[in-house]
C-alpha cells in the first residue's frame, strides 16, 4: 500500500495562546502608523501636497494655538466622558448603542431648566436642577432598554437604537416649542444675556469639561477594578451561569450598572448645553455616542487606554477639519479618514488574538 | 485484507503537546460491528473524528477498502461512505427533522422527495422519524435517530457512533441495537464507541480497546470475557486503594423530601427524589449521565427552579431550614456553608478569564470590611494558599484560569470551595478529564474533608470510584431514585443494574 | 380624514428605501453576520450611483443622452460602491473576526462621510448655488412610469405610478423570501447563521456563505440609497437628505421578524409612519406636534421588538448565532 499525502493550506490561524503587552501595543502601533500613512496618501491625492506638510497641517489644526489646543482637549474630554459612560455596559456584555439619546436627553432636560427657571430662580438653583435632572434624565432613558433586557431579555442592540431617535424627536419637539425667535427652528444661545445656567468658567471656559472627564476617568477606573459592583460587572459579562452560582443577582447589575452608564451620558449633556454650547440641537452629540462605542471597545474598556484612544480619534478628526478647509474640501473628509484608521485599528486586532503560523512543507516520518 | 472496510496505519495525532493518537494501527471490516472501548480520554473520539474528517492525522494514513484516501473535511468523510454520529448533535433546532438531513447536500432542494427517500429508509431498518417536525420539538433520542437517518441518507456504509447510549433509556438503547443490527445484515459497518461493557457484549462481533492513546489490542467479543476487556482497558487490576475510613459522628444534614424539577419543556428532570446526606460521610450518586444529577446538585445549591419538594439543612444546635426558593447569596447569608463544585468547571465554577486571585473571591467577594471595595488581600493570600497546599502548576497567580491544565483548573476550584470548611461539599465528576495523579489528590481532599465532618455529595460516572470513596451510592435512573445502597456491600453489577432500571428493587 | 389616494403612493415611496434597505440586512443577518453599516452602505450605494450619472451627464452635456445607459451606469456604480462596502465588512469581521457591532458602526461613519464627502464635492464642481445637485435628466429615467398609469384613475395611482426601481424592490424581496424558504441556498443560508458550527460539518463553506451573503445584502440595501436620490428625492442630492433611513431599515428587520415577503407591507407600513406626520392635523398653533409624530416608527419597533421578546417563539426568534463570529478550531 502507498501513502498519498496532500498539500496542506500554505498557511494555518492559531488562536494565540498569550500574548505580550509589549507586542500587543506594538501590533496596534504599526496598525495606527498604516493607516496615517494611507491617510497621507489619500489626502495627498487630494490637495497635491506632501505628505510632511499634511502632517504639519493635521498638528496645527489641532494644536496650532492655544484656543485650538484648548477646544481639542475640550472634544477630547467629552467624547472621553461618554466612552467611559459606555464602558461598564459593555464589560457586561451589555451592547449599549444609546449613548447618543442618553446625552441628547440629558442636554435636553438641561436647557428645558435654563429655558424654564432662568427668571424664576437664582443661578445656583438652577444649575443645580440642571445637574439633578440631566444626570435623571440619562439614567431614566437608559433604564428603559434595561429593564426589558432584565425582564423578557430584549436584544438591547435595537431597543438603544430605537430610544436613540426617540430622544431626537423628543427634542426636535420642544425646539420648536421653545423656538427663538418663532419659526426659526432654533432655539439659539438660551440666556444669552443673562447667562443664568452656564456652568461656571473654572479658568478658563475649556477647563470645566476637562476636568470633570479626570474625575470620571478615576472614577471608572476605580469602580471597575477595585469595587464590588465592578467585580459583579466583570463576572456578569463573562458568564451569566457563573454570576448566578456566585450568588449575583444578574438582573440587578444590568439595570444599575445601566442607570450608571446612562447618568455619566446625562452628565455629559449637561456639559454639552450648560457648559459649552449654551443651547440645544438634535445633533449637539454629534454621532459621539456611537464614537464612543469605538473609542471604548478599541481601549479594550480600559479607562487608561480610552484617554489615548479618544485622543486619536479627536485629533484626526480636527486636524481633517483644519485639511478640508485649508483645501476647500469639505467637512466630512474627516469621517472618511477617521473610518480608515479605525478599519486598521479594528482589523489589526486579529493579529493580537490569532497567528498566522506558515506551513513549513518539511514532513515528519 | 480484502474484507477490511477501514484501516488506520501508523495514524498519530497531537495537539500540542498532547498525544491524543499514538501510531495506531486498526481495521474495521466490512459488514461488522466494532466496539472502540477505552478510558475516558484514551483517544477513542480523537481517532474517530479523524476517519470523519473533522481532523487531519499528524502523521499516518487512512485507507477505504484498501485505498489510499485524504479525509480533510467531513464531505471528504460523506463522499466516501462514512458518516459520523457525534455525541453533541449537530442539529439546527429550528429547522425540520427533513431540512436537517439534507443539510449540506447539492442539488436542487425538492423536501417531497426527501421525506419519501426518509420513509424508505426508516421502514428498511425500523426507525421512526416524523420529517416535517422541528428539531426543538423531539427528544433527545428523536434526536439522535434524525442523526442517523442523516448519515443513511447520505449514503453511509461505514457509520460511527460516538457513545450513542450515554443519553438513551435501556429501552431506547435496545431499540437502537435493534436498528445496528438491521444496518449490519444489510453489509454496513459500524463503530461504537464506549465504556459500557455490558453494551460491547450486547451487541458488537469485535472489540478494539485503546489505552492512553494507543492501540491494545483487539478480541472477537464472544471469545472474550468484561474481566479480560477491563483489564485491556486499564491496564492494571482494579484495585484503586483509596484509603476510606469507618464514618464518624454521622448525623443527618441535608434532608431532600419529594423533590420535582422539570424543565422549560415541561419534561420531568427529577420525580419525587427523597434521601438524606450525613455529615462525615460521603454520599456517591451513580446514573447514566442526564439523569437528573446535575438538576439534582443545583436544587440543592439554590440554582434550579424547582416543581415542589423540600431541601432541608439540619444545623446541629438549631431547627432545621429550607433551602428551596433560596439563592446562593441568600444561603450564604444564611451563615450556611455550602460548597458545590459544578460540572462545568469553567463555565460555572471559575472564570476563565480572570486570574487565580479573583476566581479566589467570586464566592466571598461581598465579604469583607468595606461595603464597597472588594478586599483584596484576602483571595491572594487564599490563592498562594491553594496553589502551595495542592501544588497546582501555574505560573503566577495572576494567570488566567483558563489557562491552566484541566487537573490544576480542578485543584483550583476544589481548593476554593474546601477552603471555607464546609457543612456541605458537592461535587459534579470532580475527576473527570483528570489523569490519574490528580484524580488521587482529589479523592483524597474529599476523604479529609469527610473526616473533618463535612457532608459530602460526589457525583461520579465511574462506578470503581464510587464504590471505593462512597459510604453510601445513590443511583438515580431518569430522574427517579431508583436506589440506595451501602458502597461496602454492593458490587458494580447491581449499581449496574440499577442504573437501567426505573424504581427497581434496591 | 387623509386622502389615501395621495397618501399611499407617498408612502410607497417612502418604504422602498427601506424595503431594499431591510431585505438586504435580512439577508445579512441570516447569515449571523449584524451589519449596523446599512446606513453607510445605503450612502454609499446612493452617493456612486450620484457620480456615475453625474459624469454621464457631464459627458452628455447638450447632446442627448442614451436611456439605456444613463440607467445602467449608475446603477452599476451603485452596485460596485455597495459591494465593497460589503466586502470591507466581510473581510473585517469574517475574516479577521472583528467585533461585529464596531466594525458595522465604523463602517457608518464611513459611509455617512464618503456620501458627503464627495456630495459635497460634486455640489462644489457643479458650482451651483444651492448645497445640492440636481440630476433631472438621469432621473427621469428612473421615475418613468407605464405610460398608462395615467389613465387608470386611482388603481394606476396607487399601484401603477411608479419607477422601475420600485417594482425591482418588491420582486428582489419576494425572490429572497423564496430563496430563504424554498432552495437548498436558502437552507444553507440559514443554517449558517443558526449554527456555523453545524453548517461547517455537514459540509457547507460557511466563510463562503458568510461572505456572499454580506455582499449581496450590501449591494440591495446600497440600492435603496439609488432609488432615494434618483426616484424619491427627482435625482436631487443634498448632503444628510437619507437622514436615519438606514437604521429604520435595521429597525424593520426585526418588525418583520426576519422575513423579507413580510417586509414589503411593513416597509410601506414604515413608509406610511414615516410621513405621517404631514397628514395628521396639528393647527397652526401646534406645529411642534409634528416632531411628536414622527417617533411613530421608532415607538412602534420598539414595540414589536418587546413583544416579540415577551412571546419568545422560537420561529420569531434573531438567528442564534447573529453577531458572533465562526472560528472552528473555537469550541
Redesign the interface.
Known sequence: ??????K?PLFHVVKR??VSRRKEWTIRAVAIISALILCSGIIAMFTGDNPVEIYRSIFLGAFGSERKTWITLQNISVLLIISLALTPAFKMQFWNIGGEGQVLIGGLASAACMICFGEKLPNGMVILLMVITSVAAGAVWALIPAVLKARWNTNETLSTLMMNYIAIQLTAYYIIVWEVPKGSGKIGIINQNTAVGWLPNVGNKYLLPIIVAVIVTAFIYIYQK???????I??VG??R??A??????VERVIVRTMLLSGAICGLAGLLLVGGINHTVTTTIVDSQGFTGVMVSWLAKFNPIAMIATSFLIVFMDRGASEISTAFGLNQSFADILTGILLFFIIGCEFFIRYRISFRTGK??? | MSEAAVSF?RVTKTFGSVIANSNINLDIKKGEILSLLGENGSGKTTLMNMLAG?Y?P??G?I?IN?E???I????DA?DLGIGMV?QHF??????TTA?NI????????NLKDTEKKIKEICDKYGFEVDPQK?I?DLSVSEKQTVEIVKVLYRGAEILILDEPTAVLTPQETEKLFKVMRNMKADGKSIIIITHKLHEVKAISDRVAILRKGEFIGDMITSESNEEQMTQMMVARHLFLNIDRKKPVNVKPRIEVKGLTVKDPAGIYKLKDVSFTANSGEVLGIAGISGCGQKELLESI???QKVESGSVLYKPDDKEPVDLIGK??????EMGISLS?V?E?RL????????DLA?NM???S??SGKS????D?KTPRELAKTVVRDLEVITPSIETPVR?LSGGNVQKVLLGREISSHPKVLMTAYAVRGLDINSSYTIYDLINKQKEGGTAVIYVGEDLDVLLELADRILVLCDGEVSGIVDAETTDKNTLGLLMTKKGGAA | MIDLVAFIPRAIQQGIPLMYGSCGETITEKSGNLNLGIPGVMYVGGISGVIGSFFYEQSCAGKGMNGALAIMIPLACSLLGSLLMGLLYSFLTVSLRANQNVTGLAMTTFGIGFGNFFGGSLIKISGADVPSIALSATSGYFSRSLPFAGSLGWFGKIFLSYGFLAYTAVVISLLTAYVFK???MG??L??VG??P????????NVTKYKYVATCIGCMIAGLGGLYYVMDYACGVWSNDAFGDRGWLAIALVIFTIWKPDIGILSSVLFGGLYILYLYLPTGMDHMELKELYKMLPYIVTLIVLIITSMRNK??D?PP?SLGTNYFREER
Open positions: 500500500m502507498t501513502e498519498k499525502t496532500q496542506e495562546d498569550t477595585y469595587t464590588k459592583h465592578g467585580f459583579e466583570a463576572v463573562e458568564s451561569n457563573t448566578l452560582y456566585a450568588g449575583i443577582k514532513e515528519k516520518h | 496505519r473533522i487531519y499528524d502523521s494514513q485507507y484498501d489510499p484516501v485524504i480533510k473535511s467531513p464531505k460523506f457525534h449537530k442539529l439546527i433546532d429550528v429547522l431540512e439534507v443539510l449540506g447536500l447539492e442539488g436542487r432542494l422541528k426543538y445549591a439554590g440554582l439563592d446562593p447569596r441568600q444561603i450564604h458545590f459544578p462545568d463555565g460555572m465554577g471559575l472564570v476563565g478569564n480572570m479573583d473571591m467570586l464566592r467577594f461581598r461595603k464597597l471595595f472588594t483584596r489557562r | 424554498h432552495t437548498r437552507l444553507h440559514r443554517s443558526e449554527s458550527a453545524t453548517a461547517d460539518a455537514a459540509g457547507i422560537r420561529e426568534q442564534q
